[in-house]
């Protein structure tokens, strides 16, 4: 039984290492396409692609081939790996704190205002609102709701986006002659271009980064339990490698080192030899 730690680490890596090859395809399938949106994915898919396969590689050749440098590789990356997935749980429930839109009287939407976001979230959007502009235009999110009626805004809900891209704020009145409005009122420039460099835009966009990255952290805590039991799993097949291969149990290696596996014949049949003689 204490070599079922190497058999399920080799197995474990085995998928791994399968399914890290339709990782790197779909990243370099969106190295070929010109989209804003997909070339977001490329480089993380990537890197997430060929990072699993060397470590998985590492793993299984250590598992079942008993290399102990492999396994030993295999656990450092692996330590890395937990705690930079820590770091980042961590990170994106600090930087998503805050936000989530008002709600409206006699209506099923909400509105979100800038501010209420982290300035690292408004400092990163910022340097790419560009390619993020073209991203929301590319997706085709008001062409959802070109064709509402005014009946339509009252009795039906909006993703964030189309709340903050797609129409200005539901407090605007362009028929008042006072000037106190809220500035997005004045930046709607009729419905060819909406609302696209509106704060509201900004803020439903980060409201979408928002929620996209509250999954993902919830994902990241699935998976933190998971490594963490692979981990200890690799922990116990890395010692089995590094023990001598004697059938012995654990804590009676007659040996005074690990020797070469090339003697390992030689000296058990020395050791029955001289069992049989005395």
């Known amino acids: 039984m204490y070599r079922f730690s190497n058999t399920v680490i080799g197995f474990l890596n085995l998928f791994t290492l399968l399914a890290s ?34 470590i998985s590689l590492a793993g299984f050749i250590g598992a079942c081939f008993h290399v102990a440098w492999a396994l030993w590789f295999y656990l450092f990356v692996m330590l890395l790996l937990i705690g930079a997935l820590l770091g980042l749980t961590m990170f994106g429930f600090v930087v998503t704190g805050g936000g989530g839109g008002a709600e409206l009287a006699g209506r099923v939407y909400r509105e979100y205002r800038l501010e209420r976001y982290s300035a690292w979230l408004r400092n990163w959007e910022a340097r790419n609102w560009e390619a993020i502009r073209s991203c929301v235009v590319g997706s085709k999110a008001c062409e959802k709701i070109k064709y509402w009626t005014p009946y339509d805004y009252l009795q039906r809900d909006m993703t964030p986006i189309q709340s903050g891209c797609c129409k200005p704020p539901t407090s605007c009145d362009y028929g008042a002659t006072v000037m106190a409005q809220d500035p997005d009122c004045y930046r709607w420039n009729a419905p060819n271009l909406l609302c696209y460099e509106c704060d509201s835009c900004k803020a439903g966009v980060l409201e979408s ?18 490594l963490i039991g692979i981990y200890s799993i690799g922990c116990c097949a890395f010692r089995n490698t590094k023990r001598a291969d004697t059938d012995y149990p654990h804590g009676e290696n007659y040996m005074t080192k690990v020797r070469p596996r090339w003697d390992f014949h030689w000296w058990r049949w020395w050791h029955d030899r001289r069992h049989q003689i005395y």
Not at 26 to 41: D, K, M
């Open 21 to 54: 090859i339709p990782i790197i395809g779909g990243g370099l399938w969106l190295a070929r396409s010109s989209a804003t949106c997909e070339t977001f994915l490329q480089t993380p898919l990537l890197v997430i692609g060929f990072v699993i396969l060397i």
């Open 209 to 226: 980064v928002r929620n996209d990255w509250h999954k993902l952290s919830v994902l990241n805590i699935v998976m933190l339990v998971l």
